[in-house]
């Protein structure tokens, strides 16, 4: 009974047991379902169900997986991560954790999180490094880093992947990541070698083009723009249809829209568009094309590229873009009405969709000024009143907007006046705190409250002395004082207090005077004193009446003269003085109408705008017997003007005419005239003082100018001159403590931006890099994306990317300097900066050592801007680049086009170098008729010198030493102690060595250097002779003749000549120590030596010659990474030599081995001789038939005729013979 009741309860556990195994596996099933068909949702809440419900399953991870997998399908990248996270954590020994591994990684990277991603990609690597996806892993890793900026990361990790994986399919992909790298590190030699190994292997792919792209941008870092430009057209043109193509495409045209080079643009995209229709990039390679059209003024065309985008393109940020280009595309087509239509559809996207506040801001003033072109200004106040309500609206400028549109166009001043009231109280501190009050004062006068206006100049010029309007303020303020009627009511109740007061008692004739006296002095009505002037003319006078009432018409028409001057009336004013004229000279002898001709003669001079004019009138005759009766005080007011025009007309180099001016200024600087007069002068005195180069005494009265006068508009200008010499005299810390106390003093005006500029790019020179980078982030270059520049280019500020390049130049590095100016020539049209750029380009790479790019950039500026004032410097240099690089056929090229462009110095330079080229192209016929041309032109001894010692250089190279010794010595006769005498001596030298005259070769090279004390000369005499030792084996004189050469001081050619012999010899004698030391310092002087890479080679030999195996073998395994095919192979070689000197026989072999199967063949014999060497391992090892077998394959490829067969095939039958004999023994 009880065994029963047992096996019934076992039985009813076993069913159970069994019974939720099945609901376990239709539960997985049903997830299963769901995923098939499509219900991606519903699967993953199944999936991680079904792992939370059975979280021991064996399927509970992959549960986990398709869960994870299913959210990613519907791009729900949080939940997904999520679940591949929980599988990581849960199930650590999983077979599904490399691939949750590389997926989450591939989440965070399409996420931006790249240096998540990458850390997440390497553990992949180290947690499960059998995995097959491991591979992939490293190189998405080495993508990641360089993503995230971790440059030194990103290489590491493909070098580890090189290393790891040498035959993997995804070797390139590495490649194309080192190349990246080096072409961010500003070495394109290196990139383009990496690039080079990607094509070489023949890749048909995606990966080809991208290599092909960049290979492109890196021969525009290069200096190569034309080899760049046919590269992207061959690209373009070829058959192949790869995603990658279509960024190509994009990249080089809009390099070429970037250049203005708008047509060659647009036939570039219709080609590529004719023959890949269905690109990714295809929209915005029309979009490029409608504005390649806008800007060739072919409007029509470009608006229907941008209609053909429309039907396309449906994202909010892309739409605004597009309607932005469309309105003021059809503006420039004329076509208001539809223009304004799209810039209002721009402003209806709401602000939550717009990318870029400030693209609505600017279309919001352009809506406003277009309304008000088209005449309804109504409108454009509504639009400005609702773009004011907006959130995060731009309030000060639209304000502004709104203002001007009031005041200028809808007339309604009293509105335009509170609006600026409002300006100036919101932002009291604003940039357009001086505009809101000038404003203010401009409508009361356009209003005709002239009280109020001259009141409110009046604050303009106390509150902003540096501002932008100061001179007009002030004339307006002048001539609101002087020239303009009082009101009409103030007038009615002065005249009427006048009448009762001041007329009572007098005479008819004697009331009309006064009241004629009180219109002109009182009520500035000059015009309507003269009109009762006139009356009171026709009745009779006294004599005292008589001569008041013409010194009283002289009064009025000289201000009314004055009226007109300021109303560019020259007519007018000139009939006024005219008047005013025959007035005085009717009374010669009266005091009052004396003082008038003064005042008079005065006026005349001031209304002389042009410097030249003014100092031609003053110097006549009649103004300087005029000038000789003036009272004191208009004296040195007219003592100053003369100052300010010699200083005008001297422009800063006729030291004759400052040095007069400076006289005339010295005596108005003390304290006997007026304060302003004396600001006025002084810093007149300064600029006297400046030009004529005595900065301490300039700075002496800009001091005392600013400490007596602090308010005067002239100050902002002192503390700027003072700033400015500050700096030219070597005190920049001074000069960037007043340029910042110019931008605290005058924030409104355009010095306070004038001082920010100088200020940042002094703490760039002083290294001050964190607070220049603050200074540089108050400004910003462009006030709009740069794709929409071509149609807002008032908001590019040029001299603010100018400056964003040269500061980084200023900072020191060149590299970065060159990456600066390579950006700004992408965003810049402005032609004269652009070939600047292109100059201090080629300077800056010249200072690199990379040559050739220095050459690549004087001949872009010569092929874009051939008309400007930089193009015969570059010229010139490109020819002596040239000339250097021994391509003398190419420099003479360039030096009979600088003979037909220089001046005349220039141009006799051109001469003398092209008959050189002639000469050394071997032309001697034509090189010889061009020197007796030279020389019957020019008496230039040098460059005959040089001529002859170019055709000796000739004879000896065809053996006729009778005809180059007379050469020599006739150079060496006729220019004594010269250069060319040196070369002539040299060139004995080196001739006797020829003709084995020993004795007179080391006579002439030990006599040289005490005979010439140019360092150059010394170092080649000093190496020739090292040479001569060398040659005779006699390697203690060669040291001490190299050291010779090597310790001279300015001659860094021959310092470099004088290092390699040394090496050679060092090397033959085995004294590897000072080998490395000189070559160490070597390659630390000249990094960019065309012998870098072999010298690097060397000095890995060096360190194994030492027996450091270690150290040698780590040295060149680094190495290996940055060196082309060829020399690859060597250094591996060299890697397994120095295993196979270590002892280490079987790491040897490997090494060996790696050289032919891993490494291109090369035009040495390298593989082969590893293979030989591999043998000669294993045979030391003893194993013979392994050895056997390599030599035989040698055999097999050479062939026994060759003579590493011939060898291997002797060590076959070596082999063979002792086999033999072993058998026998056996």
């Known amino acids: 009974m009880n065994k029963a009741l047992c096996i019934l309860l076992l039985s009813g556990s076993l069913l159970f047991g069994q019974a939720g195994l099945i609901q376990e596996e239709q539960d997985f099933r049903f997830a299963e379902q769901l995923s098939t068909k499509g219900m991606q949702d519903l699967a993953g809440l199944q999936y991680v169900k079904y792992a939370e419900t059975y979280p021991s399953s064996p ?40 691939k949750a591994l590389f997926n989450r990684a591939a989440i965070l990277m399409a996420n931006g999180e790249y240096l998540e991603a990458a850390l997440s990609f390497e553990r992949l690597r180290l947690f499960t490094p059998k995995s097959e996806w491991a591979p992939l892993a490293m190189i998405r890793a080495a993508q990641a880093f360089l993503a995230a900026g971790e440059i030194q990361r990103a290489l590491d990790s493909a070098h580890l992947f090189l290393e790891s994986y040498p035959t993997s399919p995804l070797r390139s992909e590495a490649r194309y990541i080192l190349a990246q790298v080096r072409s961010r590190q500003q070495q394109p030699l290196q990139a383009m070698q990496e690039l080079d190994r990607i094509l070489g292997d023949r890749v048909q792919d995606s990966l080809a083009v991208k290599a092909q792209l960049l290979a492109g941008q890196t021969l525009y870092q290069m200096g190569s723009y034309q080899r760049a430009d046919s590269l992207f057209r061959m690209l373009l043109n070829s058959p192949v249809t790869f995603d990658s193509l279509g960024s190509a495409a994009l990249y080089f045209s809009r390099l070429l829209h970037y250049r203005n080079d708008f047509a060659l643009s647009n036939q570039t995209i219709k080609a590529f568009l004719t023959r890949h229709p269905a690109v990714t990039e295809k929209e915005r390679l029309l979009c490029l094309q409608g504005d390649n059209f806008y800007g060739l003024g072919d ?101 502004f907007t709104l203002a001007s549109v009031q005041k200028d166009h809808l007339k309604d001043y009293a509105s335009a006046a509170e609006t600026y009231v409002t300006l100036g109280t919101l932002f009291p501190n604003g940039r357009r705190q001086d505009d809101a009050l000038w404003g203010q004062a401009q409508c009361r006068e356009l209003q005709g409250r002239y009280d109020e206006a001259r009141q409110l100049y009046a604050r303009y010029l106390a509150a902003f002395p540096a501002g932008d309007q100061i001179e007009e303020a002030q004339s307006r303020e002048h001539y609101l004082q002087n020239f303009l009627p009082m009101d ?26 006064a009241w004629a006296e009180k219109l002109s002095e009182a009520f500035h009505d000059h015009a309507q004193a003269l009109t009762v002037i006139r009356q009171l003319s026709h009745s009779p006078l006294s004599a005292e009446i008589r001569d008041r009432v013409l010194a009283l018409a002289g009064h009025c028409h000289l201000a009314l003269a004055e009226k007109a001057f300021y109303d560019s009336l020259p007519a007018i004013q000139q009939a006024h003085q005219d008047s005013c004229r025959q007035i005085v000279r009717a009374l010669p002898g009266d005091p009052r109408l004396r003082k008038l001709g003064e005042r008079l003669f005065m006026q005349q001079i001031f209304s002389f705008r042009d410097a030249g004019q003014r100092l031609e009138f003053m110097n006549t005759a009649q103004s300087r017997e005029a000038m000789n009766t003036l009272s004191d005080s208009s004296r040195k007011e007219l003592g100053l003007a003369l100052a300010e025009s010699y200083y005008a007309a001297a422009k800063g180099n006729d030291v004759a005419l400052l040095r007069n001016g400076l006289s005339l200024c010295r005596p108005l600087s003390d304290a006997a005239v007026t304060l302003s007069m004396r600001t006025r002068a002084r810093l007149l005195q300064a600029r006297f003082y400046r030009s004529l180069n005595r900065p301490d005494s300039a700075a002496v009265a800009l001091r005392q100018l600013v400490m007596e006068n602090p308010g005067h508009p002239l100050a902002a200008q002192a503390w700027w001159r003072l700033a400015e010499l500050r700096q030219e005299s070597g005190k920049p810390e001074e000069a960037i403590s007043l340029y910042q106390d110019i931008q605290a003093m005058y924030p409104y005006s355009e010095w306070a931006d004038k001082a920010q500029r100088a200020r940042c790019r002094l703490l760039f020179q002083q290294g001050r890099f964190q607070e220049a980078g603050d200074c540089l982030e108050k400004s910003e270059a462009f006030r709009v994306p740069q794709d929409l520049a071509l149609f807002f280019p008032q908001q590019v500020d040029d001299d603010q990317l100018w400056f964003y390049a040269t500061a980084q130049e200023s900072a020191g590095d060149p590299i970065t300097a060159i990456t600066a100016y390579q950006s700004y020539l992408l965003k810049s049209s402005n032609a004269g900066r652009c070939a600047m750029a292109l100059m201090r ?89 061009l020197a007796e041309a030279f020389k019957k032109q020019y008496a230039d001894r040098q460059s005959e010198s040089q001529f002859l010692l170019e055709e000796a250089e000739l004879a000896m190279a065809a053996k006729d030493f009778k005809s180059a010794e007379a050469l020599y010595r006739d150079v060496a006769g006729k220019v004594k102690e010269s250069a060319e005498a040196s070369r002539a001596e040299l060139g004995l030298a080196r001739m006797y060595i020829l003709l084995n005259k020993n004795d007179e070769a080391l006579r002439l090279l030990t006599t040289i250097p005490d005979r010439y004390k140019d360092p150059k000369v010394s170092g080649t005499a000093f190496v020739t002779l090292g040479e001569f030792y060398y040659a005779n084996q006699q390697f203690e004189n060669c040291i001490t003749a190299g050291r010779k050469a090597y310790e001279l001081v300015g001659a860094p050619e021959e310092k470099a000549q004088a290092m390699q012999l040394l090496i050679r010899v060092y090397d033959d004698v085995h004294m590897w120590d000072r080998g490395i030391s000189l070559l160490r310092e070597y390659l630390q002087t000249y990094p960019q030596a065309e012998d870098v890479i072999t010298r690097k080679v060397q000095l890995g030999i060096f360190l194994m010659n030492l027996k450091e195996y270690d150290r040698a073998i780590a040295y060149l395994k680094e190495l290996k990474w940055l060196v082309d095919a060829e020399t690859e192979a060597e250094i591996q070689y060299w890697i397994a030599k120095s295993y196979n000197e270590r002892g280490s026989a079987s790491e040897a072999i490997m090494e060996y081995l790696k050289v032919k199967y891993l490494c291109k063949p090369t035009k040495l014999p390298w593989g082969t001789t590893a293979l030989y060497e591999a043998g000669q391992a294993y045979y030391k090892l003893g194993e013979l038939e392994k050895a056997r077998s390599l030599y035989q394959s040698i055999v097999r490829e050479l062939g026994s005729g060759d003579q590493f067969g011939r060898v291997a095939a002797e060590r076959v039958n070596e082999i063979d013979q002792e086999l033999a004999k072993t058998e026998k023994r056996s």
């Open 59 to 98: 399927r509970a991870p992959e549960a986990l997986f398709r869960a994870a997998e299913s959210y990613r399908l519907l791009k729900d990248t949080a939940q997904s991560a999520s679940l591949y996270q929980q599988l990581l954590l849960k199930y650590p020994q999983s077979v599904f954790v490399d």
């Open 299 to 399: 409007y029509a065309a470009a608006l229907e590229c941008y209609a053909s985008l429309a039907k396309t393109q449906s994202q909010p940020h892309d739409l605004v873009r597009l309607w932005l280009r469309q309105a003021f595309t059809l503006k420039k087509a004329n076509r208001d009405a539809e223009a304004l239509k799209k810039l209002q559809d721009v402003l209806a996207v709401p602000d939550t969709l717009l990318r870029d506040r400030s693209i609505r801001s600017l279309a919001v003033q352009e809506s406003a000024r277009w309304l008000c072109a088209l005449g309804r200004p109504a409108e454009a106040l509504q639009l400005l009143r609702r773009a004011l309500t907006q959130p995060e609206a731009d309030r000060e400028e639209l304000l």
């Open 488 to 513: 009409a009511a103030n007038l009615q109740v002065h005249l009427q207090r006048y009448i009762a007061q001041e007329l009572t008692g007098l005479s008819p004739e004697q009331r009309a005077l």
């Open 841 to 929: 380009l080629a300077d800056l790479s010249a200072q690199l050592g990379y040559d050739q790019a220095s050459m690549g950039h004087y001949q872009e500026l010569l092929t874009h801007y051939p008309q400007d004032s930089l193009a015969v410097a570059a010229r010139r240099a490109l020819a002596d680049g040239l000339f250097s690089r021994h391509d003398y056929a190419g420099a003479k090229t360039h030096y009979v086009k600088l003979k037909a462009e220089a001046g005349p110095e220039v141009r006799r330079y051109a001469e003398s170098r092209e008959i050189i080229c002639e000469f050394r192209m071997k032309n001697s016929a034509v090189a010889k008729r």
